[in-house]
């Protein structure tokens, strides 16, 4: 199985770099750089790809993905974390205009968080969710009816606190108060397919 996808992989880049010798706008950001004017932060899962969902073509969004999506609380002690140096580097050397942080459905990472509540962590996978632990006990107003899955409703959570802790990083709030950014929060519904953004003023979901 590993040889057949790999085997795939390899003839799959040869002929996007056979097309992409080609075309413009690539050639453009090898002499130019980036300049991407969104930044999504999303999950590991293979499911939600951001680049694929979109549509989205070189040069339109710097991406992060951690397990579970999670944007831990910015801590002075824990200066150069991955998200924090990317967040930085995306606020202050691309002055990104939107930070859109993705979760989704059957989350594994979540089901991961909720598993060990409590406990101390065992390994590196969960002292990483546990960097979200305080979103347990986090509630929202109202949940979509359609979400009845107790592990979706955490994502849901563990969202809306990622959210709020956007706000702790100082690039992101000097950002912010310039008018110079916007942050959202999205969940996906990878079964139906459908897209709910949080409300922070209401502290809920909607569609859309």
Same mark, same amino acid.
């Given at each position: 199985?590993?040889?057949?996808?790999?085997?795939?992989?390899?003839?799959?880049? @040869?002929?996007?770099?056979?097309?992409? =010798?080609?075309?413009?706008?690539?050639?453009? %950001?090898?002499?130019?750089?980036?300049?991407?004017?969104?930044?999504?932060?999303?999950?590991?899962?293979?499911?939600?790809?951001?680049? %694929?969902?979109?549509?989205?073509?070189?040069?339109?969004?710097?991406?992060?993905? @951690?397990?579970?999506?999670?944007?831990? =609380?910015?801590?002075?002690? @824990?200066?150069?974390?991955?998200?924090?140096?990317?967040?930085?580097?995306?606020?202050?050397?691309?002055?990104?205009?939107? *930070?859109? *942080?993705?979760?989704?459905?059957?989350?594994?990472?979540?089901?991961?968080?909720?598993?060990?509540?409590?406990?101390?962590?065992?390994?590196?996978?969960?002292?990483?969710?546990?960097?979200?632990?305080?979103?347990?006990?986090?509630?929202?107003?109202?949940?979509?009816?359609?979400?009845?899955? %107790?592990?979706?409703?955490?994502?849901?959570?563990?969202?809306? %606190?990622?959210?709020?802790?956007? =706000?702790?990083?100082?690039?992101?709030?000097?950002?912010?108060?310039?008018?110079?950014?916007?942050?959202?929060?999205?969940?996906?519904?990878?079964?139906?397919?459908?897209?709910?953004?949080?409300?922070?003023?209401? @502290?809920?979901?909607?569609?859309?």
């Amino acid at each position: 199985m590993d040889r057949i996808n790999i085997t795939k992989f390899i003839k799959s880049f @040869n002929e996007k770099a056979t097309y992409l =010798a080609k075309d413009q706008n690539y050639k453009n %950001l090898v002499e130019h750089g980036q300049r991407p004017e969104t930044m999504i932060i999303t999950c590991c899962d293979s499911r939600v790809d951001p680049a %694929l969902l979109f549509q989205a073509d070189f040069g339109d969004i710097f991406v992060l993905r @951690n397990v579970a999506n999670i944007v831990p =609380a910015f801590d002075e002690s @824990n200066i150069g974390c991955a998200t924090g140096s990317a967040l930085e580097f995306a606020v202050t050397e691309l002055a990104v205009k939107d *930070i859109v *942080i993705i979760g989704h459905s059957d989350c594994v990472g979540i089901k991961g968080l909720c598993a060990h509540t409590g406990n101390p962590p065992q390994n590196s996978i969960e002292a990483w969710l546990d960097l979200a632990k305080d979103s347990l006990e986090h509630d929202l107003a109202a949940y979509p009816a359609e979400i009845t899955q %107790l592990n979706d409703q955490q994502c849901l959570r563990t969202l809306a %606190l990622s959210w709020q802790n956007l =706000a702790s990083y100082p690039q992101v709030v000097r950002a912010i108060d310039r008018n110079a950014l916007k942050v959202h929060a999205w969940y996906y519904d990878i079964n139906k397919l459908a897209i709910k953004c949080y409300n922070h003023t209401e @502290n809920t979901y909607e569609n859309l």
